[in-house]
């Protein structure tokens, strides 16, 4: 039971440090007015946003990777919840894809880097 608690609060932490960034983007740069219930509309403010929002939103996944997949590792007392909160997030950075459409990179960080964040979480369990 303690396991499937890290994992699910690790991956409740990664998903709230994704929300918490992107809630610090939309203040630090100017974004136009739009329809936020159109994810088309996300879509082209994203590609409309400046190069430096654009990382902020990217780098975010290997962030929440990296602070959830460390609190589950600690709340679980087991290195295999950082790679589960790691899949979780790839899983949702791969639904973020899906669902909103972004610059391609994007897409492909959003996808590929909660694994490389994964491999530091791993490295940091002693596992390595």
Do not use: C
């Amino acid at each position: 039971m303690r396991k499937l608690l890290g994992v699910l609060f690790g991956a409740a932490i990664g998903i709230g440090v994704i929300a918490g960034l992107a809630r610090l983007n939309l203040h630090l740069f100017h974004w136009p007015d739009f329809d936020w219930r159109s994810p088309q509309a996300w879509g082209d403010a994203i590609a409309a946003a400046p190069m430096t929002a654009q990382v902020m939103i990217a780098s975010g996944w290997s962030i929440a990777t990296l602070a959830g997949g460390l609190i589950a590792m600690r709340a679980a007392n087991w290195p295999g919840a950082g790679w589960l909160v790691t899949l979780l997030l790839a899983l949702a950075g791969a639904a973020s894809v899906l669902l909103m459409p972004q610059p391609l990179w994007m897409q492909i960080v959003a996808v590929a880097s909660p694994f490389a964040a994964g491999l530091v979480v791993w490295g940091a369990s002693g596992a390595a």
